[in-house]
């Protein structure tokens, strides 16, 4: 199986900073890479698809870029809606893996 | 609206059976293949089943494969999820989710999810 390793665990940043997720596969997966984000309580929702593609409705302070094992999720603003946890996603291969998630707070 | 609203959630003892639905609205259900991915208490998302459009092709988690059955009743526009022999480690959150092969086979739209709990 394929293993995806976020970083940080947890962030905390103040509203308007710059925020950056990074998340790496423990092999090549192209760009086969999508982004989630959970809000308490909530299902997880599509942020970013094919690595850096941002889903219909999604506010463009979010970015995605990488291919190949590394890659990062980029907020431009830090927003306080954007108070959640965030996970990468491998869909290269079955069995679909998940990092262990990145908690998102506000200072 | 597309929407995907699960149920059947429920508290069993370990090694009972219980069966999840998902009822899919606001698309043409057989055109996709879907999942189910689970969430333990405070704890991450974990894949769990998939099944492609037709149902003609299913694929399980190792932690789960021998013990639960996907399968899905197009004319019902439903996915299930059969869980048996199950045990304390399964207790968690069950999604189902839509999976969209045009943009990178990612899951577009979840459920809100049904609880299951699996304690003596």
């Known amino acids: 199986d394929i293993q995806m390793t976020q970083s940080p665990s947890s962030l905390s940043a103040s509203v308007g900073d710059r925020v950056t997720i990074t998340c790496r596969a423990s092999?090549?997966?192209?760009?086969?890479l999508n982004w989630y984000q959970q809000k308490a309580g909530k299902a997880p929702s599509l942020l970013i698809y094919?690595?850096?593609s941002l889903q219909s409705g999604v506010p463009s302070r979010f970015t995605g870029s990488g291919s190949g094992t590394d890659f990062t999720l980029t907020i431009s603003s830090l927003q306080p809606e954007d108070v959640a946890t965030y996970y990468c996603?491998?869909?290269?291969?079955?069995?679909?893996?998940f990092g262990q998630g990145t908690k998102l707070e506000i200072k | 609206e597309v929407q995907l609203l699960e149920s059947g959630g429920d508290s069993v003892q370990p090694g009972g059976s219980l069966r999840v639905s998902c009822a899919a609205s606001?698309?043409?259900?057989?055109?996709?293949?879907m999942s189910w991915v689970r969430q333990a208490p405070g704890k991450g998302l974990e894949w769990v089943s998939a099944?492609?459009?037709?149902?003609?092709?299913?694929y399980y988690a190792d932690s789960v494969k021998g013990r639960f059955t996907i399968s899905r009743d197009n004319s019902k526009n439903t996915l299930y999820l059969q869980m048996n022999s199950l045990r304390a480690e399964d207790t968690a959150v069950y999604y189902c989710a839509r999976r969209v092969l045009s943009t990178g086979r990612t899951f577009d739209i979840w459920g809100q999810g049904t609880m299951v709990t699996v304690s003596s």
């Open positions: 094919a690595a850096s």
């Open positions: 606001g698309f043409t259900f057989s055109s996709y293949p």
């Open positions: 092999q090549n997966i192209n760009n086969y």
């Open positions: 099944i492609s459009g037709s149902g003609g092709s299913t």
């Open positions: 996603q491998q869909s290269s291969s079955i069995p679909d893996t």
